[in-house]
Structure formats: C-alpha cells, structure tokens
C-alpha cells in the first residue's frame, strides 16, 4: 500500500544557499524531489542578514526573495525550535 501523504523536508540555511547559488547543490537537488521544502523563519532571517551583510543590490535581494517564495516557511514554535535544534 502506498502513502499520498505529503512530505516535508526541512532545508537548512546551509543547504538553501548551495542551491541558491548553484554550488556543489546536485547531492541535495535528488534529496528535494518529490518532497516539500521548508525553511525555518530563523533560516530566512539568516538569508536576509547574510544578503545586508555583502550588500546586495535590490536585483539581487530579488532574486533570494523569488526563491525562498518557492519554499514553505515555517514559523517560529517549540516544535521547529527542537527539529532545528536536532
């Protein structure tokens, strides 16, 4: 018997930035098919700091923005604090 439940997978900021930039990413692309990816808020937080932090132009804050929108992101509560924490 299958499952048609989804499936989630919690993407760290680590990971999201490979992807993003299209570094060393193809072993983390298999893992991310046929799931759905989250993000953390504290992982879009970090994004968004780390963009201020190499000022990025509005092109480019843009373009982060376009690709967190294809992800779920989680907000804050114990349980994400525990997953993230694990």
Do not use: C
């Not at 760290?12 to 299209?22: A, E, G, K, M, Q």
């Not at 759905?36 to 963009?51: K, R, T, W, Y």
């Not at 990025?56 to 804050?76: D, F, K, N």
Request: charged share 25%.
């Amino acid at each position: 018997m299958t499952s048609d439940a989804l499936k989630y997978i919690v993407v760290d900021t680590d990971v999201f930035s490979r992807l993003f930039r299209r570094e060393d990413a193809e072993q983390f692309r298999a893992q991310l098919t046929g799931v759905i990816p989250v993000l953390s808020f504290a992982s879009v937080a970090e994004l968004h700091f780390g963009a201020t932090m190499a000022n990025w132009g509005e092109r480019r804050r843009g373009e982060l923005a376009e690709s967190i929108s294809r992800y779920v992101v989680a907000p804050y509560d114990e349980d994400m604090a525990r997953l993230w924490g694990t």
